[in-house]
């Protein structure tokens, strides 16, 4: 009997173990396999399917959990980063850096990272990256120079696969149609990381300890590590993937492999999408706290507000809306909604005169946002073999970097000398240039129209 039905039986899902799928007649095999003979022209097979139920609900609550508490403890940086490097002499330039170095390393190892996860699988890479969180916040807490403070930062985005890992995880156990519903529900604890996670960052950060902030996020770090290594079981089998490597079926260049894997390809299209929706997001975000200031003389408090809204927001829509709405219209009409609730958001806040303005324009942002970003990421998955999830997340992960590099540096300066609400404007235009690329190009084998 052919060796293939050690393979086949990945496709009966991650339960199966290691049980060989149930024998079939020789005959009817060899009926069919000349018709099935793949060419090199051929598109890679479809991924070979997870196991319908879905992951255990403990190894589920894991992964929800180790997202949560990785982004609460990210949080928590947030509103005392600036001042803490100001703190070791750091120039206003220089603190706008950190965010740039920790993108930077996110952006070159984010590919890498995934690609060890679709080779040695998705637990070790989530253990390292939380065990790299960690080391980085206790160097931020320890640290007695400004470099050991970008050291920090390099090292905290050369460990961030947290994300595109815990997606990688959801496409291995989730059937293709239920993958937007279950990242949906990951975003909700990204969501709500950020809502918690900057609140407690202001609460333990005083004038006689500084440093605390971090400490609680290494610890934070430190016990999400522990209930991960207990609790989070492995999700993927390399040996019993369905894909070649990229790297090896396409030349031995990682580069190759990036190329191959994204030029004219859906995923291509898709990268390019996220690259599209992160520029106009980011640039949102660097901008918001100052158009307000400019425009109705908010200060932190009214500004903190709002973005607590939009977070609450958020995590209402991915953990409650996007499962039935990708249900009834798809992941593609749905991140098509989403794009256009984020074009209607942009224009009315990059023109908004009255303060109700802002309220209504961050709630369909904050809609938009909530289901744009779970919509993009099961349609990467959809488009990804068994062999290749964590690589190709890492790809949108890396675009998801990049977008934030240049999004903030392409804002400050419309901000500074075109107009307040410009960078609003702009960031509506990006997000309808990606609408066109989906309804022109994103057409998902076995998916919506």
Not at 122 to 135: D, H
Request: hydrophobic share 50%.
């Amino acid at each position: 009997m052919r060796r293939d039905n050690g393979r086949a039986s990945s496709s009966e899902g991650w339960m199966a173990g290691f049980r060989c799928a149930p024998w079939r007649p020789p005959t009817r095999r060899v009926k069919v396999a000349p018709d099935r003979r793949m060419s090199d022209a051929s598109p890679p097979p479809p991924d070979p399917g997870p196991h319908p139920r879905g992951p255990s609900t403990k190894a589920f609550a894991t992964l929800w959990l180790t997202l949560f508490l990785d982004l609460v403890g990210f949080g928590i940086i947030i509103p005392v980063l600036p001042f803490y490097a100001t703190s070791f002499g750091a120039s206003p330039q220089l603190v706008t850096l950190l965010a740039t170095a920790f993108s930077l390393a996110q952006f070159g190892a984010a590919p890498v990272l995934g690609r060890i996860s679709d080779r040695v699988g998705r637990r070790p890479v989530m253990l390292i990256s939380i065990a790299g969180s960690c080391a980085s916040m206790l160097v931020l807490g320890l640290a007695s120079a400004l470099w050991m403070v970008f050291a920090a930062r390099v090292l905290s985005g050369l460990c961030t696969a947290n994300i595109s890992t815990a997606h990688a995880y959801v496409a291995d156990r989730i059937a293709p149609a239920r993958r937007a519903k279950y990242m949906g529900l990951m975003g909700s604890a990204i969501g709500l990381g950020f809502v918690f996670g900057p609140a407690l960052g202001g609460l333990l950060s005083t004038p006689e300890h500084p440093e605390l902030p971090f400490l609680v996020s290494a610890g934070l770090a430190a016990i999400n590590w522990g209930m991960a290594f207990v609790w989070l079981p492995e999700s993927h089998r390399p040996e019993r993937a369905s894909t070649a490597e990229p790297t090896r079926a396409h030349g031995s260049s990682r580069l190759g492999a990036i190329v191959h894997a994204l030029w004219g390809t859906p995923l291509g299209w898709l990268v390019l999408v996220n690259l599209c929706f992160f520029v106009a997001f980011s640039s949102m975000e660097s901008t918001y706290a100052l158009l307000l200031e400019a425009e109705f003389g908010w200060g932190a408090q009214q500004t903190g507000g709002i973005f607590a809204f939009v977070g609450v927001v958020i995590v209402l829509t991915q953990g409650v809306l996007v499962g039935r709405l990708v249900g009834r219209l798809g992941e593609r009409r749905t991140l098509l909604l989403g794009m256009t609730l984020l074009v209607v958001a942009l224009s009315i806040l990059g023109s908004m005169k009255v303060p109700w303005l802002a309220f209504v324009g961050s709630a369909l942002l904050a809609c938009g946002n909530g289901l744009t970003t779970p919509s993009i990421n099961a349609l990467v998955s959809r488009s990804s073999g068994a062999g290749d999830q964590g690589f190709h997340m890492g790809l949108s992960s890396s675009a998801a970097a990049l977008g934030r590099i240049g999004g903030p540096a392409g804002a400050g300066v419309l901000f500074a000398r075109v107009g307040p609400g410009v960078p609003m404007l702009v960031a509506a235009g990006v997000v309808m240039m990606a609408a066109l690329v989906v309804l022109a190009r994103v057409r998902m084998p076995g998916g919506d129209a």
